[in-house]
């Protein structure tokens, strides 16, 4: 993580090297005219400001940074309340131009680091700090609520050499055993010794810890995909888990800022895999025994198709990419739906259809006040289920009036669809929609064709 601390103060200076120890990427200006120019020059994740900063007051400079370095989190070193006020200024005006948090003297290096972690909690794998490893005591079963965890297959499981969080078995319900703890040097035996020994397939970890593992994923794919082959490292695995991790912090969190900037990262590195993979036919052909999420799979298609595209530029691919992740974020409104294994429409009743017809543009009602989401991302989500023929929903549209980039979800949703209802191959799947005209008349011809020759290149 990158800190920016403008400041004249010597014991605020003095912090700069306990940031260093903890495995920040610090930077110090001494007035004002120099933070402006770190803030022009490089894309920072915590501004601390001392509010007495001189050559460019603290206003100005909030200002400059909320242009030109927005994902900053902006804190406000303040001597004390009386100096606030002195000043005529007060907490709820300082938040309203885009202070996170007034920090009042005494300043503590860790009490300022535990700070950034609770406010970026993606990037807090980057300072654990390592610890001597102990023995496993079998003894030693937690009885901790099922609800706190989430879980990664072993074969899919990544870390680094250092262990970035605890982790666990499951015993049974509401029954753990912790194998390693966050810091201490990755054991490999000792994961396949026990879980052998308790015959499970399964890694469990903290649901705190999933945000700061999601993006130790994503910076790891990012390494491989510039140096491996994609097939050859298991890449595809990997990239299922990590997306349906990512799924799993929308549907729980939400959509801040953070989660959909971590988002875009994930897409870029699904395409930069799917581009750059001479074997994706390979790949595709495995996708289904790697995931049962439908909105990974629509992800993984909706790359395929766009990149055969040649209208489709890189911001409109991150466009695309994201509302395929998001593209049935309407369900979510459903209660009965996601109570009831997911029925297929010719199993609901009248009721429950006339709802669940509606719901894209529920889904585009949830992002529509969001401002950090793109009016493509939304879009998408509103009309990915409408058809070239006009037998889509909820609106009916046909042809042109139907977006775009909506029109390359809406396909690759569909045929992930097919793909999970028939239980056949991608390959098999494509043999039974492409010589039915009442499936392809759904869909722009064109597109058709993008999405075939993901299964025939080589």
């Known amino acids: 993580m990158k800190v920016l601390l403008a400041t004249t103060n010597f014991v605020l200076k003095s912090l700069v090297p306990e940031f260093k120890a903890n495995n920040f990427s610090s930077e110090y200006a001494e007035n004002g005219k120099v933070a402006q120019t770190l803030l022009a020059d490089q894309n920072f994740d915590f501004f601390f400001i001392d509010i007495e900063i001189k050559n460019h007051g603290f206003l100005p400079l909030i200002k400059f940074a909320r242009i030109n370095s927005p994902k900053a989190v902006i804190y406000l070193f303040v001597p004390s309340k009386d100096y606030l006020k002195s000043v005529d200024l007060t907490e709820k005006e300082l938040k309203e131009i885009g202070i996170a948090n007034i920090l009042y003297s005494p300043f503590e290096a860790k009490e300022l680091i535990q700070i950034m972690q609770k406010h970026n909690p993606y990037k807090s794998w980057q300072i654990a700090t390592p610890v001597a490893s102990s023995e496993l005591d079998e003894s030693k079963e937690q009885t901790l609520s099922d609800q706190l965890f989430t879980s990664v297959s072993i074969e899919s ?7 970035i969080l605890d982790i666990y078995i499951r015993l049974g319900k509401d029954r753990y055993l912790k194998l390693i703890n966050k810091g201490e040097d990755i054991d490999p035996t000792r994961i396949k010794k026990y879980s052998e020994k308790h015959n499970v397939t399964q890694l469990y970890f903290k649901t705190d810890d999933r945000a700061s593992y999601i993006n130790y994923v994503n910076s790891l794919l990012k390494k491989v995909s510039e140096k491996a082959h994609l097939s050859k490292i298991g890449g595809e695995k990997i990239v299922t888990s990590i997306t349906e991790k990512y799924l799993e912090e929308v549907q729980t969190r939400g959509l801040s800022p953070a989660i959909y900037e971590e988002g ?41 198709i766009s990149i055969n595209e040649e ?17 049935n974020v309407g ?55 409408e058809y070239e023929n006009g037998t889509g929903y909820p609106m009916g549209l046909r042809g042109t009036k139907i977006y ?32 039915d005209p009442e499936q392809t008349g759904k869909f722009q011809a064109q597109l058709i064709k993008s999405l075939v020759r993901g299964f025939t290149r080589q």
């Open 157 to 163: 499981f990544s870390t680094h050499n250092i262990s």
């Open 264 to 304: 875009l990262s994930l897409c870029d590195n699904i395409s930069s895999l799917i581009e750059n993979n001479s074997m994706l036919t390979q790949v595709l052909n495995q996708l289904p025994g790697n995931t049962k999420n439908h909105q990974v799979l629509t992800t993984f298609y909706t790359c395929v």
């Open 404 to 435: 775009p980039l909506a029109k390359i979800v809406g396909l690759a949703s569909y045929f992930s669809n097919l793909i999970m209802t028939t239980g056949l191959s991608p390959k098999e799947a494509l043999k039974i929609f492409i010589p």
């Open 331 to 385: 369900l979510l409104k459903l209660d009965w739906y996601n109570h009831d294994s997911r029925p297929q429409l010719s199993q609901m009743t009248d009721a429950q259809k006339g709802e669940y017809l509606r719901y894209p543009e529920k889904g585009y009602e949830m992002l529509a006040d969001i401002p950090h989401i793109p009016t493509a991302v939304k879009q998408i989500v509103l009309q990915h289920c």
């Open 311 to 327: 209208w489709v530029g890189k911001k409109t691919l991150m466009n695309i990419l994201m509302g395929s992740m998001i593209h």
